[in-house]
C-alpha cells in the first residue's frame, strides 16, 4: 500500500494504490508529494538537474530497483516511524498544470496526471525510448481511467472467533467492539474498507447460536440477511484454538450451496502451533476442489494481533470487487450512527471490567449527545435486568461505573475527535431482552 506525505490529495492516494494493485506490489511504500510554483521548479531543476527553466513535474527516486517493499529487502530506505520504504518524492508544477489544463482539459486532470507520470518515473519507468514512452503513457491512461469497484462480505461464523477483530483489523478503526464475552457482536454492523478504486463492505454479523429471545431472534435475523441476498461473498471465520466442529464443516456445505464465493479463516494463529493449525488445514482440503465452481476459494491462517496474513486476505477481496461504483464515499469507515457507536463502546467496557460477574451482560441506551457544548456531553443508560446486577455495575462507592466510563470516555473521544463529559446512568429494567420499546432505544 501506498503512504503519501507532504502536498497529499484524496485524488492522489487513490490513484497510488490503483497503481498499487495493477503493478502488482508487495508491502507498503511510502511517497512524499510537493505541490510548488514556477519559480521552485526552477530553482528545484537548476540545483539538481542544472537545468535552468521550469518543467511540469520532477520525480526523485530513492530506490534503484524495484521488488517487495519490505525492511529486509530495502534496510537502508525503510522508515520505522511510517512501517513502509521510502520510493521517492514527487514534485508538482501548479503553474504547470493551470498553463496545461487550458489545453488539455481539467485542472484536477492534469494535476492527477502529472502526479501519475512522477510516480512510474519512482517506479522505474521512463519514456526516452518510443518503445517505454508508448507503455508509459497507456499505464498512466490505465490508471487515470479505472473505474470504482465495490463487494459485499459478510463474516460469519461462531462466537467469539475473532471476527469483529478482523473487521477492525482491515478497516484500521474500531467498528465492532471486541471482548472475552460470547455474543459481543448484537447486530450486523457495516465496516468499510477502501484503498485505491476498490472498496470492501464488511457486514460484521453476530455468531451463529439457537435465539431464545426477542434480542437474540434479532441477532438471528442479521446473520441470515447477510447470508441471504446482501453479500457478494461470504467469509466464514474458525477459532484456531478450539479445532473445527461438526457444526463447522455443516455449515460451509451449506454455504457451497449458493453462489456466493467462500472464503475460510483460520483466525487467533498467534495462539496456536502449526500442529494445532494443520489439523483443521487438512480437513479443510477437500473443500478446495469440487464442481461447478462450488468450492471454497481459500483457506487463510490469520492473525489480527500480529497482522499474519491480513494483506492476503484483502488482496483476495479485492479481487472479488465488481464493477459499479462505491456504495459509501470513500472516506466512511463504517455506517452507523454516532449514538450506535457511543453505545457499543461503552458496552464493550462494561464487557471487559465485568467479565462473568454478570451473565447475561448489559444493553446500553444513549439518550444525549449535545456536540453543541465543549466538551461534549453525553448521557447514557446502563441497563441490567436485576436489582443485584445494578449494584455489581456500580460497584462499591462507585468504583466500577467510574472504570466503565473512564475507559469508555478515552475510546469515544477517539472516535469524535473532541474532548467529552460522559454521564452513566445503571437502570433496572427486568427482561429487557424482550422488550422492543428498550431494544429500539439501545438501537437494534
Not at 530553482?43 to 530497483?65: G, I, K, M
Not at 473521544?413 to 432505544?441: A, H, M, S
Amino acid at each position: 500500500m501506498f503512504k503519501l506525505t507532504g502536498d497529499v490529495r484524496d485524488g492522489f492516494s487513490r490513484l497510488a494504490n490503483i497503481a498499487y494493485d495493477l503493478l502488482d506490489l508487495k508491502g507498503n511504500v511510502s511517497v512524499d508529494v510537493e505541490i510548488i510554483d514556477d519559480e521552485k521548479m526552477r530553482e528545484l531543476n537548476f540545483n539538481t538537474r542544472e537545468v535552468d527553466f521550469a518543467t511540469d513535474v520532477l520525480s526523485f527516486p530513492a530506490l534503484s530497483e524495484i521488488k517487495e517493499f519490505t525492511q529486509k529487502n530495502y534496510p537502508d530506505d525503510y522508515d520505522g516511524l511510517q512501517r513502509a520504504v521510502v520510493l521517492g518524492e514527487i514534485a508538482i508544477n501548479e503553474d504547470a498544470v493551470a498553463r496545461q489544463a487550458e489545453e488539455y482539459g481539467t485542472g484536477e486532470r492534469e494535476i492527477n496526471y502529472l502526479f501519475v507520470h512522477g510516480l512510474l518515473h519512482l517506479l522505474g519507468y521512463d519514456h526516452i525510448e518510443e518503445n517505454d514512452k508508448k507503455q508509459m503513457r497507456a499505464l498512466e491512461e490505465q490508471i487515470l481511467a479505472a473505474q470504482d469497484k465495490s463487494v459485499v462480505v459478510a463474516v460469519v461464523g461462531r462466537p467469539n472467533a475473532g471476527k469483529s477483530s478482523l473487521v477492525n483489523a482491515i478497516v484500521g478503526e474500531k467498528v465492532s467492539i471486541v471482548s472475552p464475552k460470547p455474543q459481543t457482536t448484537r447486530d450486523r454492523i457495516t465496516g468499510i474498507y477502501t484503498a485505491g478504486n476498490k472498496q470492501i463492505v464488511f457486514l460484521d454479523t453476530p455468531g451463529m447460536f439457537k435465539p431464545r429471545s426477542k434480542l437474540d431472534e434479532h441477532m438471528d435475523k442479521s446473520v441470515k440477511s447477510s447470508l441471504g441476498g446482501d453479500a457478494d461473498v461470504v467469509v466464514v471465520v474458525l477459532d484456531c484454538t478450539k479445532g473445527i466442529t461438526a457444526d463447522d464443516v455443516k455449515f460451509i456445505e451449506e454455504r457451497l450451496k449458493f453462489r456466493a464465493p467462500l472464503y475460510v479463516v483460520v483466525n487467533k494463529t498467534d495462539l496456536k502451533g502449526y500442529d494445532a493449525i494443520y489439523p483443521i488445514l487438512e480437513k479443510l482440503n477437500p473443500y478446495m476442489s469440487g464442481k461447478d465452481g462450488r468450492v471454497v476459494r481459500d483457506v487463510i491462517p490469520t492473525s489480527c494481533r500480529t497482522g499474519r496474513n491480513i494483506d492476503v486476505l484483502i488482496n483476495a477481496l479485492k479481487a472479488e470487487c465488481k464493477e459499479g461504483g462505491f456504495l459509501f464515499p470513500p472516506d466512511e469507515y463504517t455506517d452507523r450512527p454516532v449514538k450506535f457507536m457511543i453505545g457499543e463502546i461503552v458496552r464493550e467496557k462494561a464487557l471487559l471490567f465485568l467479565q462473568d460477574e454478570i451473565p447475561h451482560g448489559v444493553g446500553v441506551a444513549v439518550m444525549k449527545v449535545d456536540e453543541g457544548k465543549s466538551p461534549v456531553h453525553i448521557t447514557a443508560d446502563v441497563i441490567v435486568d436485576k436489582q443485584s446486577h445494578k449494584r455489581i455495575v456500580i460497584g462499591d462507592d462507585a468504583a466500577m461505573i467510574k472504570r466503565i466510563g473512564s475507559s469508555a470516555r478515552r475510546d469515544i473521544e477517539n472516535l469524535l475527535g473532541e474532548q467529552v463529559y460522559l454521564e452513566l446512568f445503571v437502570k433496572v429494567r427486568p427482561g429487557w431482552r424482550d422488550r422492543q420499546n428498550i431494544l429500539r432505544d439501545i438501537g437494534y
